[in-house]
């Protein structure tokens, strides 16, 4: 379809008529009566002549066909890297015909090739572009090449369509490489590519399987369209998938080593750490999303789709609770060690909670009205856990468990007996899952029981058998009965301390422990501490065992 939009610069005109009012739209040059194209040729070759390597070219609109490129490229070759050489280039709305080869050509200024459509194949393997470069509304119809090509400047490919193959192998950008709401149509592999600040694919549409591989310290992904599964390899990024959206599996994966065709030095400016941090993936179907070999510690899931189907896999780095010691009243506690969510680091990190209870939690949110509330993290927590146990791996589900219970514990949506109920689940044995703290209660509770069978539960001898005669009145008959009179206890308490009676207490702990019976002799009171001893320390018991088999099953 003929637009009939006019340029913002004087164009030339040519083949003007009905079916195409505005005819070329070239920028008009030389003479000032036509664009490049349609000079007359003593014309043309006149402006091509007062050029040199390193001139400014003003070519909008300019149509051209490979011999007229080449003629250019002739017109500006640097005599020494026998590569064309540009200062400023506005190829704004230009077209071309053939093949555009723009190999090893150099750019001192910005090079703009906003609009241009490309016929055949673009090829700017090992082009330099020194102060930016704008593709932004590029159509390439054909294969687009940028192997090995420095961008020492930002790239800016934003609403491109790359039509055929398109490769950026070995390319680094110094700054920014911006592919925002591009299209890439047949794009199987994308980089090995380096980008100093960010590359940004927010809004890119990828209809064909794609793999990604890309040095950079950021990854914008957010509303990106993955029509076909996809790979992305990355180093040192921090990647931001919000809303995301994949129709076919997709795979965020970390990689520790340099990718083969980067130049160690081309990483330089990123740092010695490769670990790929996810920092979003609020809105993205987790059911299509695997993660591998990623610091998770930044990560907002909630808002995500089926998070419990989301696949974690191989080295997953989350943040842990802090390891300072905190204050509840006089009695200081150390934080259980556990992985934690960045939402529930934000929550506990809110202003309006105590100090106490905010210490070592990091920097308040901006936004607190953001945070999500307890029963979402809830939510989020059991999910992740489900996610874990689905792929057998008990161990690595435990943390979640704790952060949802903990979340459980600390909502007000629940009734005050489920929470005490909570409190002393997460007191005596950290949900079932903190064999340590349940042996402690054991071995306190064991300690208690024997020094109170100590002191009032063993009898200070033990009872005899005490047979008393009754004579009937007449005969020679003799009924016998045998009396077993009740443990009693005698002396003071400080001398009931003794080892035999400490021994016994031992006994009869060991034995409630296993809830069996001593069979001991016993005080109306030591009878009533083995009952409450046989009901309390094999629970403890049972919850150290739960904690230690939930750490170590498969």
């Given at each position: 379809m003929i637009t009939t939009t006019l340029p913002s610069w004087r164009h030339c005109g040519a083949g003007a008529?009905?079916?195409?009012?505005?005819?070329?739209?070239g920028v008009r040059t030389g003479s000032g009566t036509a664009c490049l194209a349609h000079l007359s040729a003593a014309d043309r070759a006149a402006c091509l002549a007062a050029l040199g390597p390193g001139a400014d070219v003003d070519l909008r609109?300019?149509?051209?066909?490979?011999e007229l490129l080449r003629a250019l490229f002739d017109a500006v070759r640097d005599p020494v890297s026998g590569a064309p050489a540009f200062g400023e280039?506005?190829?704004?709305?230009?077209?071309?015909?053939?093949?555009?080869?723009?190999?090893?050509?150099?750019?001192?200024?910005?090079?703009?090739?906003?609009?241009?459509?490309?016929?055949?194949?673009?090829?700017?393997?090992?082009?330099?572009?020194?102060?930016?470069?704008?593709f932004h509304n590029v159509e390439f119809k054909g294969p687009a090449g940028f192997t090995k090509a420095r961008f020492r400047g930002t790239g800016r490919f934003g609403e491109a369509v790359f039509s055929g193959a398109v490769e950026f192998g070995g390319t680094s950008f110094a700054d920014t490489a911006r592919f925002a709401g591009a299209r890439f149509d047949a794009a199987p592999h994308l980089g090995p590519l380096v980008c100093g600040r960010l590359l940004d694919l927010s809004a890119a549409v990828f209809t064909e399987p794609v793999t990604i591989e890309a040095a950079t310290a950021e990854i914008a992904c957010r509303r990106t369209r993955w029509e076909s599964t996809a790979i992305l390899r990355l180093r040192h990024a921090r990647v931001d998938l919000t809303d995301g959206r994949p129709a076919q599996p997709i795979a965020v994966v970390g990689q520790f080593t340099p990718f083969?065709?980067?130049?160690?030095?081309?990483?330089?400016?990123?740092?010695?750490?490769?670990?790929?941090?996810?920092?979003?993936i609020r809105g993205v179907d987790a059911s299509m999303l695997t993660l591998a070999d990623l610091n998770l510690a930044e990560c907002v899931f909630t808002g995500a789709l089926h998070l419990d189907q989301l696949r974690l896999e191989g080295l997953s780095i989350f943040r842990t609770t802090p390891g300072g010691r905190?204050?509840?009243?006089?009695?200081?506690?150390?934080?259980?060690?556990?992985?934690?969510?960045?939402?529930?680091?934000?929550?506990?990190?809110?202003p309006g909670r105590a100090a106490s209870a905010r210490r070592g939690w990091g920097a308040p949110p901006p936004d607190p009205a953001a945070v999500p509330g307890l029963a979402s993290l809830t939510t989020v927590y059991r999910q992740l856990r489900k996610a874990r146990e689905d792929s057998k791996d008990e161990p690595g589900a435990a943390d979640f468990y704790y952060g949802e219970m903990e979340m459980r514990r600390h909502s007000f949506g629940y009734r005050r007996a489920e929470r005490w109920l909570l409190q002393a689940y997460w007191s005596l044995s950290g949900y079932g899952l903190r064999a340590a703290r349940a042996l402690a209660w054991l071995v306190t509770a064991m300690i208690v029981s024997v020094f109170a069978l100590t002191l009032w539960g063993v009898p200070s001898s033990d009872p005899g058998a005490v047979t008393t005669g009754i004579l009937p009145g007449t005969g020679r008959r003799i009924t016998l009965s045998t009396d077993t009179p009740s443990p009693g206890l005698t002396g003071p308490l400080t001398e009931r301390f003794t080892g035999e009676r400490v021994e016994k207490s031992v006994q009869v702990v060991l034995n409630s422990v296993i809830f069996r019976a001593s069979g001991q002799s016993l005080t109306t009171a030591g009878t009533y501490i083995e009952m409450t001893s046989r009901l309390i320390e094999p629970g403890f018991l049972a919850l150290a065992l739960l904690a230690v088999r939930g750490r170590l099953k498969r």
């Amino acid at each position: 379809m003929i637009t009939t939009t006019l340029p913002s610069w004087r164009h030339c005109g040519a083949g003007a008529g009905p079916a195409d009012p505005v005819g070329c739209r070239g920028v008009r040059t030389g003479s000032g009566t036509a664009c490049l194209a349609h000079l007359s040729a003593a014309d043309r070759a006149a402006c091509l002549a007062a050029l040199g390597p390193g001139a400014d070219v003003d070519l909008r609109g300019t149509a051209f066909s490979e011999e007229l490129l080449r003629a250019l490229f002739d017109a500006v070759r640097d005599p020494v890297s026998g590569a064309p050489a540009f200062g400023e280039a506005q190829f704004v709305g230009a077209s071309f015909s053939g093949d555009a080869r723009f190999v090893g050509a150099s750019f001192s200024g910005t090079a703009r090739f906003g609009g241009a459509v490309f016929g055949g194949a673009a090829r700017f393997d090992r082009a330099e572009f020194g102060a930016g470069a704008r593709f932004h509304n590029v159509e390439f119809k054909g294969p687009a090449g940028f192997t090995k090509a420095r961008f020492r400047g930002t790239g800016r490919f934003g609403e491109a369509v790359f039509s055929g193959a398109v490769e950026f192998g070995g390319t680094s950008f110094a700054d920014t490489a911006r592919f925002a709401g591009a299209r890439f149509d047949a794009a199987p592999h994308l980089g090995p590519l380096v980008c100093g600040r960010l590359l940004d694919l927010s809004a890119a549409v990828f209809t064909e399987p794609v793999t990604i591989e890309a040095a950079t310290a950021e990854i914008a992904c957010r509303r990106t369209r993955w029509e076909s599964t996809a790979i992305l390899r990355l180093r040192h990024a921090r990647v931001d998938l919000t809303d995301g959206r994949p129709a076919q599996p997709i795979a965020v994966v970390g990689q520790f080593t340099p990718f083969a065709s980067v130049p160690a030095r081309a990483e330089e400016a990123l740092g010695s750490d490769p670990v790929v941090r996810v920092v979003s993936i609020r809105g993205v179907d987790a059911s299509m999303l695997t993660l591998a070999d990623l610091n998770l510690a930044e990560c907002v899931f909630t808002g995500a789709l089926h998070l419990d189907q989301l696949r974690l896999e191989g080295l997953s780095i989350f943040r842990t609770t802090p390891g300072g010691r905190r204050t509840r009243g006089l009695v200081p506690f150390r934080w259980t060690r556990r992985q934690v969510i960045e939402e529930e680091r934000q929550w506990r990190a809110l202003p309006g909670r105590a100090a106490s209870a905010r210490r070592g939690w990091g920097a308040p949110p901006p936004d607190p009205a953001a945070v999500p509330g307890l029963a979402s993290l809830t939510t989020v927590y059991r999910q992740l856990r489900k996610a874990r146990e689905d792929s057998k791996d008990e161990p690595g589900a435990a943390d979640f468990y704790y952060g949802e219970m903990e979340m459980r514990r600390h909502s007000f949506g629940y009734r005050r007996a489920e929470r005490w109920l909570l409190q002393a689940y997460w007191s005596l044995s950290g949900y079932g899952l903190r064999a340590a703290r349940a042996l402690a209660w054991l071995v306190t509770a064991m300690i208690v029981s024997v020094f109170a069978l100590t002191l009032w539960g063993v009898p200070s001898s033990d009872p005899g058998a005490v047979t008393t005669g009754i004579l009937p009145g007449t005969g020679r008959r003799i009924t016998l009965s045998t009396d077993t009179p009740s443990p009693g206890l005698t002396g003071p308490l400080t001398e009931r301390f003794t080892g035999e009676r400490v021994e016994k207490s031992v006994q009869v702990v060991l034995n409630s422990v296993i809830f069996r019976a001593s069979g001991q002799s016993l005080t109306t009171a030591g009878t009533y501490i083995e009952m409450t001893s046989r009901l309390i320390e094999p629970g403890f018991l049972a919850l150290a065992l739960l904690a230690v088999r939930g750490r170590l099953k498969r």
